[in-house]
């Protein structure tokens, strides 16, 4: 086997930048047996992606972007004939340096928010609101909380591309976010995107490390997003969950096909619902969004020992309004962080202390595939029954 | 005749973004008889105008900058010997990602505000303050508006350049910018920009549209500003008034001059005339600022069906600190967008509907010129004396 | 000798900026025996740095970068084998385009915050927290002031490099920020920083004016911050200080070791302490960091006519969460500044007045060189005891 090929595409600290670059078999001179995978960066212009730093990764089958300047979400891809991801009234990618995180209540988050996969976190997601945290002179003081957190519009600082040659070669993206500033809590996130050429997969390894010299608390979400094809009306949520219950009394309006839904609605109004899933011994679990039809499916696993929580968005509005459901594997409940705080879901990281946790998004394209997740699915549940609280429940809601 | 020639300068969904470019009747082998009109195409560099994209069209005797970084304002021009704008103490233009329009409890808009022709809008404007709507949730919750709204502080996604040639060839400028967000209203707004070589006119044409699927609320302000050669000690507003009145107590103590200005005052604080306008039977309306000798003036023509309130911006402060006056047609007048709701001020836009608005600069440069449009002001009044409140009114200003 | 040789690098008015260039004695066939001397402008890409202009200065023996994007701060530098600045835990320099300075209830500051020499200003510096000020109305009204200011967030407007040449060559670098906007105070901040070929020292001359047509506050203050080599345990601070309190009961706990520094430690929490130095008959004064050692120092030099408030800021904490120590020489102490105006520590600037600062940074390199300063230092003091306050004192502290 070759080694594998790397580049450094950005290193601030170095003053690295390669604004863009194109990579292909024949521009390695690999055999084009392969298959016709690329990658390429690019620098966007104009509107609210002025300036943001892109990667885009073909690997022959399956395609995505990468948004280095947005925390290294995953913005878009395809996959056959199926496009990944879901059109959001806000048509980014949006530099975050349009990006308020503080208006419309802490809501700002919002102004960017079209991803397929976007991090929350790292000190904080969920709903916006005030908390509790020592200043500077060490005294406790109110903070605004913004939806979401900061990582998602904090650009990468290092970024590199490797190429793994090989029978099936393997496409790497690593990239280092830094959440970090005087007085504050210091998050390092190194995360790396792989993909096998011709695959209908991609894996993600996040390392959030954290580099200061006192614990620090952390929260992580992945806000995995997906409308049409996956989405429509009569598509189901197949999640091994063996409890379920409405995030407040909104989602308890629907909480009977909690697994279900809806063709577009204007005017809908989003609804939350949070699981307890089933998991293997060794953590191993997955969700999938399959389609009314049950021939294209959307799979995202993770392990359930490194993001023990599971939030389920259904925001079936109008097409113009995003019709769109999230599948949210986290370490937390999306509350406000003071209450998962509360209720223990809130994780401490010792000094150099690194999480680790993996990821992975794959396409089902024809009814055996997605019959295939099905089973798998129902495997791990082995034969229980969901329990489907009607009403949202102490432990997970808040004023439950 | 010949077709029209057209060039896409930005276009974001495809990523087509030009930097710079130049046109001249020469470069497109036009007859050089047709005038000695120009449009190039900018980026600027350095300061707070760092990735500001310009377009400057000159059309052989008026000339002016489009902000296509900055909602598709119109920074500043020249006619003649008249500069048209005005110096703020804030020079520009200010790249939006420098402005957080939160500051100074809301008044962080006024960091970019240096534009010859600003929109303020389209969710709201007029003064900061608290409004409540409905959140992601449905529930009602106070979000805080700031001054003016975002539309300023938006770059434009597409822009189109065309030149229609012809006896007079027309240069056309078409802009498509966009207020929208997932949970929040869904405004487009494309702005086109025409103006007839050698003409002193240029005609903007605004057409919003809520492409959401619900309705939402809108509002509309142009703040259109003049300084020298146009305002001066003694120059005056001519406009159809059938009905006039101070914002407030501090505007009350000049109502009886509210068509004169003064010279600069340091120290001068605004004050803010609201009226009601006389309009020929189709709507159209227009307001002129002249000089105090009369041989200079600037004057705006809008539809009073599309843009039924007219406020009135007296700035005479020193030199330094902005010495302008604001003709400011709009669908409101600009208090704080809970008042003008209740006044029933604030339109409402159903699903994919567009509103369109025509709106005309035009110079006068001769006391010919300026006699003239007095004439044609006198005429909409048909000998109607302006009724002049000398205190704030119930109907138009909170408090009052 | 030959005219000083001058480039122009940046000057929005006129559209005139210098993406990069490199100039060295041989590029302007400048004999070398003058020094290894360069300068270089580049733009920084990529990261929180992407878009930052920075201009990096080597006079052959001193080396430092000047940041045009974010108020003309000294970034970092080196002299010999001493590396000047400190490590901040945020890693710039930062894009103040990526500032939120409202985040952290006032704190947004601190994502920038990673420079040797930041100035804390024009209209306000210190601590957050709520004013009351004139608005556009001439109401008053209460305004959230931010940690520090607005003037290490903004962009130079123009830059000017000049090269005087002669047997020890001068590197003079200009540059202008503009805090102003409509209905807000207006400073030009003029700074040149001026470097000798061969020395170890940074020359600073800033003049700040009020070029509105009204009197405005002013606050400055100088953050002068340093890590190793010349902050370790047992590092002191020599300064001529004839009266030194803690800043509030967390400092007081040290003030006993007031001019010691500890060895880093994690979880520090810093303290502030408040000083009165004595100075020269002309108002210049000094104060000087030195090693444990006492074989390396960095003194900075300045005018108690111009800066009469000296604030010492202790943040030996660990040594990723930022060990450092401040040197602030300042027009006001770093309180709240509705505080210091009480206290008649705020400024006022007439119309058009000129307030100028003169500032000096220099190496010391051995044992001789900083047991020189110490002497300078003695001599100022005439013998005087420095009165230590051991609790914080009512003309220098809120609530003491």
Redo the contacts between chains.
């Keep these: 086997m070759t080694e594998a090929l790397s580049w450094v595409l950005?290193?601030?600290?170095n003053?690295?930048?390669v604004?863009q670059c194109a990579i292909t078999p024949a521009s390695l001179g690999l055999p084009a047996a392969g298959g016709a995978w690329s990658v390429s960066k690019?620098r966007?212009?104009?509107?609210?992606?002025?300036?943001v730093?892109v990667v885009d990764i073909n690997n022959g089958h399956l395609s995505f972007t990468v948004l280095?300047?947005r925390g290294m979400g995953l913005w878009k891809g395809a996959c056959g004939d199926c496009t990944i991801g879901w059109d959001?009234?806000?048509?980014g990618p949006v530099?975050?340096?349009?990006v308020?995180?503080?208006?419309?209540?802490g809501?700002g988050w919002?102004?960017g928010?079209d991803e397929c996969i976007v991090r929350c976190g790292l000190n904080s997601n969920g709903a916006p609101g005030i908390d509790r945290v020592r200043?500077?002179?060490?005294n406790l003081?109110?903070?605004?909380l913004n939806l979401h957190g900061y990582i998602a519009n904090?650009?990468?600082?290092?970024?590199e591309l490797k190429i793994i040659p090989g029978k099936r070669p393997q496409i790497v993206l690593t990239g280092v976010v830094?959440e970090?500033?005087?007085?504050?809590p210091?998050y390092r996130l190194v995360t790396t995107y792989t993909t096998e050429v011709g695959s209908n997969r991609v894996d993600i390894r996040d390392e959030v490390e954290n580099?200061?010299?006192?614990p620090v608390e952390f929260q992580m979400l992945y806000h995995c997003n997906f409308g049409s094809p996956f989405l429509d009306g009569g598509a189901r949520l197949v999640s091994p969950s063996l409890e379920v219950a409405p995030r407040?009394p909104?989602a308890a309006e629907d909480i009977k096909t909690w697994n279900v839904y809806r063709a577009?609605e204007?005017?809908y109004?989003?609804q939350g619902n949070y699981h307890d899933v089933a998991a293997a011994a060794d953590g191993s679990t997955l969700a999938m969004l399959r389609n009314h039809r049950g021939t294209r499916g959307v799979t995202m696993r993770w392990n359930k020992k490194q993001l023990p929580c599971f939030c389920q968005w259904k925001?079936t509005?109008?097409?113009?309004?995003?019709y769109v459901t999230g599948m949210e594997p986290a370490t937390n409940y999306p509350n406000l962080k003071t209450f998962e705080r509360e209720r223990g879901r809130v994780m401490t990281l010792a000094?150099g202390q690194r999480y680790v946790i993996d990821l992975a998004m794959e396409i089902q394209e024809s009814q055996e595939q997605v019959a295939a997740i099905e089973t798998e699915v129902g495997a791990l549940l082995k034969r229980k029954k969901t329990v489907v609280h009607p009403q949202p429940i102490a432990k997970w809601s808040p004023g439950a």
């Design positions: 950005t290193d601030t600290a003053r690295v930048y604004e690019s966007l212009q104009g509107g609210l992606a002025d300036g730093d280095l300047s959001s009234p806000a048509r530099n975050p340096m349009f308020n995180l503080l208006e419309q209540g809501l919002l102004k928010f200043d500077n002179n060490g003081s109110e903070v605004m904090l650009p990468a600082k290092y970024v830094e970090a500033r005087c007085f504050c210091q580099f200061a010299d006192s407040d909104r577009p204007p005017g109004v989003e925001h509005s109008g097409p113009a309004e995003g000094p």
